[in-house]
C-alpha cells in the first residue's frame, strides 16, 4: 500500500438484489470511462440506499455512530482511499483531518465501510492508479458481472465537479 498516484473516481451504480446478500456498487472514474465493481454487504447497501433516498434512521446506525464519533472527536472525512487488491479482496483507509494535526490520520477500513462513510460525509474517493487497473482486468469476462442496468438501484448522474466534495446523494440519483 504505498503512496502511488490516486484517482478520483464516483460511484455510479448501486445494483441491489433481493435474492442474494451480496450487492455491487460500481465506481467510475471522475474524469474517464473506467468503471469497475466492489462487492458489498447488504448492511452497506442499505445505508447507502438510506444516504441516497434522504433518510434518516430514529436511532443512529453504525455508519451514523462512526460518522458521529469522527465529528465529536474533532476530525473530519476528507476523503476515502481505496489503496490495495489482493485476492479479490480490496483494502481502503479513511483519510481524516483534525486541526490538533497538520497531518492527516490514516485509518484502515473495509471498502464497502469507507465507501458509506464517503456517501454520508460527502467526501472524495480515489482509487490507487494500480488498483484501478488491476480491478478493470480482473473483472473482464462477460459472466463475472451483474448487467449494471438490472436490479433496482439508483443510476449514474455526472454533475460533480472533480476535487469538490460531492454531496451525500449527487453521484447516485
Request: proline content about 10%.
Amino acid at each position: 500500500m504505498s503512496d502511488e498516484p490516486m484517482t478520483p473516481v464516483r460511484l455510479s451504480r448501486l445494483v441491489l438484489r433481493d435474492d442474494s446478500d451480496q450487492q455491487w456498487l460500481f465506481l467510475t472514474e471522475r474524469d474517464g470511462e473506467r468503471t469497475f465493481p466492489i462487492v458489498i454487504g447488504n448492511p452497506e447497501a442499505s445505508e447507502i440506499q438510506r444516504i441516497l433516498a434522504n433518510e434518516e434512521h430514529p436511532r443512529p446506525l453504525t455508519h451514523q455512530l462512526a460518522f458521529d464519533a469522527i465529528a465529536a472527536l474533532g476530525a473530519k472525512l476528507a476523503r476515502v482511499e481505496i489503496v490495495d487488491l489482493r485476492e479479490n479482496t480490496f483494502f481502503a483507509r479513511l483519510v481524516l483531518t483534525t486541526t490538533a494535526s497538520e497531518e492527516d490520520i490514516r485509518v484502515d477500513a473495509r471498502p464497502s465501510d469507507a465507501l458509506a462513510l464517503a456517501m454520508r460525509a460527502g467526501c472524495p474517493i480515489h482509487v490507487a492508479e494500480s488498483v484501478l487497473e488491476q480491478a478493470r482486468s480482473d473483472t473482464s469476462g462477460p459472466d463475472s458481472l451483474p448487467n449494471p442496468d438490472e436490479g433496482a438501484g439508483p443510476s449514474p448522474d455526472d454533475s460533480g465537479e472533480p476535487g469538490e466534495p460531492d454531496p451525500p446523494n449527487e453521484d447516485l440519483l
